[in-house]
């Protein structure tokens, strides 16, 4: 049993490396005493996301990175396997979070993304009265709406938000703060204010053509997918980027059967921000990679398009294009909090308690660290909650 191969170090490792600080040896230990549902209790007192992060973790830069069995040129232990057991007993088990007594206190999360979710349930486990708005149909942020679909579905992203929202916590959506509904009106019916937005659409190249219908932006690309009204593709796909979100929209498009899926990426392989086992997963997937291809243009020529690329490099034909170059920040939204700094685009927070330079505010995840994983947002967002429940006491 893989449990039983943990050494269950003191001072371990693997827990250093996960941002949540999950007590790897205790949940594993646990396991290993078939106690499951202490270990999922073990992992979710850390971290209230343990589901999405047991399936969207990069474990092997994180947790089982660290494990002290590569030191011996063995196999790390299976810390991601493990966590997805524990927390697939305790869902299936119809598991609940404790909920605190009320202390009368009131808090708003602006965005339902992992980091107000952890925010949030931080703060309702302590008794506060917590309003979480979204400007989506649906919770979850891009749990729902962006991480590739083979890893988390919105189902599952749903038990996740419906555990937490049974632990007290109501969910206003629809609500799109600093247009429908403003963040002055907000303030004024709440004790502190958690800002979690994450980031904005995917950014524009500044090309000529990528107005063009069959021209589509990675995320809502993803997004259409991953909520069953996936949009039609051509046979040939051409996907311009080199990080996770161009493997994620490449694989996704091979997957909704497109004959042939290359990525365009302007440096060489080197300098891609993808993951290693993201763009080995890629590659098994058959997506072809064009390193040194920087599109000048796209070109309709017929009813495909032509990829133009500098001068001595032959144009790519593509049936679809999808842009996928990283995300733009919401300067603007964000331009509307009074005495709130930003420092390029990114909310400035005190690193201790996730404090703006307005006291009211608090701010955590994609929209303060420029963009990372679901388990910094979680961090971040249950540091916030600390640094909230003391300011406000
Ligand atoms: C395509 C893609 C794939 C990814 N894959 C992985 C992965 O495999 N593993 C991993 O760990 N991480 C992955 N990530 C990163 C991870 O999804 C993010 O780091 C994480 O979701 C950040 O959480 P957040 O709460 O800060 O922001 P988000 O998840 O972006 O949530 C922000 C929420 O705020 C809402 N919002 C925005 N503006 C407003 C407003 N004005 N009013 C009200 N609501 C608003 C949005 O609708 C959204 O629901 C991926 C990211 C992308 C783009
Ligand atoms: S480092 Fe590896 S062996 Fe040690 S406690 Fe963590 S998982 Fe177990």
Same mark, same amino acid.
């Given at each position: 049993m893989e449990a039983n191969r943990c050494l269950f170090c003191f001072d371990a490792p693997c827990a250093a490396a996960c941002p949540t600080h999950i007590d790897v040896p205790r949940?594993?230990? @646990?396991?290993?005493?078939? !106690? /499951?549902?202490?270990?999922a209790r073990a992992i979710l007192e850390a971290n209230v996301l343990g589901l999405s992060c047991s399936r969207v973790c990069p474990v092997d830069v994180l947790c089982e990175g660290a494990c002290v069995m590569h030191n011996v040129n063995r196999e790390p232990i299976q810390i991601g396997r493990l966590q997805r057991h524990a927390m697939d007993h305790f869902y299936a088990n &119809?598991?609940? %979070?404790?909920?605190? +007594?009320?202390?009368? @206190? *009131?808090?708003?999360?602006?965005?339902?993304?992992?980091?107000? %979710? +952890?925010?949030?349930?931080?703060? *309702?486990?302590?008794?506060?009265a917590v309003t979480v708005y979204d400007k989506r149909p649906l919770a979850g942020g891009l749990n729902t709406y962006g991480v590739a679909q083979y890893k988390f579905t919105p189902d599952d992203s749903r038990r996740e938000v419906e555990m937490i929202r049974r632990s007290g916590v109501e969910f206003v959506n629809g609500a799109d703060v600093g247009t429908t509904l403003s963040f002055e009106e907000i303030e004024s019916k709440f004790d502190a204010v958690f800002i979690g937005i994450g980031l904005g659409p995917t950014q524009p190249l500044g090309i000529p053509g990528e107005k063009l219908p069959g021209v589509l932006n990675a995320l809502e690309f993803i997004a259409s997918y991953k909520t069953a009204q996936p949009v039609a593709l051509g046979r040939r796909v051409a996907v311009i980027g080199g990080g996770n979100t161009a493997i994620d929209a490449a694989v996704a498009a091979r997957r909704l059967g497109a004959a042939e899926v290359s990525i365009l990426y302007r440096r060489g392989e080197a300098q891609m921000s993808a993951f290693a086992f993201e763009y080995e997963q890629a590659r098994r997937e058959g997506v072809q990679f064009c390193f040194h291809a920087r599109p000048e243009a796209f070109v309709q #020529? &017929? =009813?495909?398009?032509r990829v /133009? %690329?500098?001068?001595?490099?032959?144009? /790519?034909?593509? #049936?679809?294009?999808?842009?996928?170059?990283?995300?733009? @920040? $919401?300067?603007?939204? $964000? &331009? +509307? /909090? *009074?005495?709130?700094? $930003?420092?390029? =685009? *990114?909310?400035?927070? !005190?690193?201790? !308690?996730?404090?703006?330079?307005?006291p009211k505010y608090f701010a955590g995840g994609d929209c303060v660290n420029g963009g990372r994983e679901v388990v910094d947002a979680a961090a971040e967002g249950k540091r916030a909650a600390k640094g909230i429940l003391a300011w406000l006491t």
């Open positions: 949940f594993i230990k @646990k396991i290993a005493t078939a !106690n /499951v549902t202490g270990s &119809g598991g609940r %979070l404790p909920q605190g +007594a009320s202390n009368g @206190k *009131r808090v708003a999360c602006v965005g339902a993304g992992p980091a107000s %979710l +952890a925010c949030a349930a931080e703060l *309702r486990r302590n008794g506060v #020529d &017929g =009813g495909a398009f /133009v %690329l500098p001068e001595g490099a032959a144009a /790519v034909m593509a #049936d679809t294009v999808i842009i996928a170059i990283g995300q733009s @920040k $919401l300067i603007e939204t $964000l &331009g +509307a /909090v *009074r005495q709130i700094e $930003l420092h390029e =685009g *990114r909310i400035v927070v !005190n690193p201790a !308690n996730g404090q703006t330079s307005n």
